[in-house]
């Protein structure tokens, strides 16, 4: 299924930890109870973002810090850890960080894990836009991902950003704190259709929910157990119902001229282009992903 580009993580290991060995030689531990499971650069990508967290190493010191044993206590540590990653939990919920955009995020189980596919569409925003004071509005920010990697590189626009989940909100409030950006966050459910800024916006932005039903079963473990349903799951299987309220919302809200955004199921691509048309947007433009799957969707009104 080619979903799996975007959603699926590989599946986790099985590893004997002792805690009288060197730091090396735990990782060689490690690597090794991956093999049946990983490719090698997988399991050692694993193995170094797990290992950096514990040890607070920087990413070229696994082989500085090689021959240095390791306490008791970081051991215990490991130990939990491979555990959590027994049972499918994905590593970035396990280390409660993940990267986007150049910048780390905090991350757990109220928020979908920000993949790399979401940058292209943050590039591609950024790109399309000059550093100016403008309105920009980010439906559903999850983590905080897209409005606060927009915010750090156009510094001149005020954003917006909404999640009906007050867990994403936290998440997202801190890692605007941490990152030190101006974000105006509010709870509103945009299947409510409601405006809880009460302007218009120059830039409205979504990567909604948009697995249907019918590719649940496509889904890995660890994505469908840990991940929260309300951000990967469209309603039944209407993979269109946010971009629906979302185009509608705009039709109100946006300004004209004003551009909007959205990450797709590569599946909806023209559906959402088609949809776009309809309600007299222009300029539409579907763009693909690295892996060359249909993914972003760019307009204007
Ligand atoms: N905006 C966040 C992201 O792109 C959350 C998206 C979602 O929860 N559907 O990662």
Redesign the pocket.
Known sequence: MQIENVFNRKKFFICVLNYSMTINSAFQNLLDSFCDSYERDEAEMIARIVFEDVFDLKPSSIVIDADKDFSFEKSERLTQIIQRLKNHEPVQYVTGKAFFYGNEFEVNSS??I??PE?EELVQWIIESTSNKKQNIL?I????G??AISIKKILSEADVFATDSSLGALDIAKRNSENLQQQIHFKKSDILQSENPFNIQFDIIVS???YITEAEKSSLDKNVIQFEPHE?LFAIGDDAMIFYRKIIAFANKFLKEGGQIFFEVNQQYGKEVVKLLNENNFKNTKLKKDLNGNDRMVRAVK
Request: hydrophobic content about 25%.
């Open positions: 928020v979908l920000p993949r979401t980010d559903g920010t999850g983590s991902c897209i990567n909604p929910p951000a």
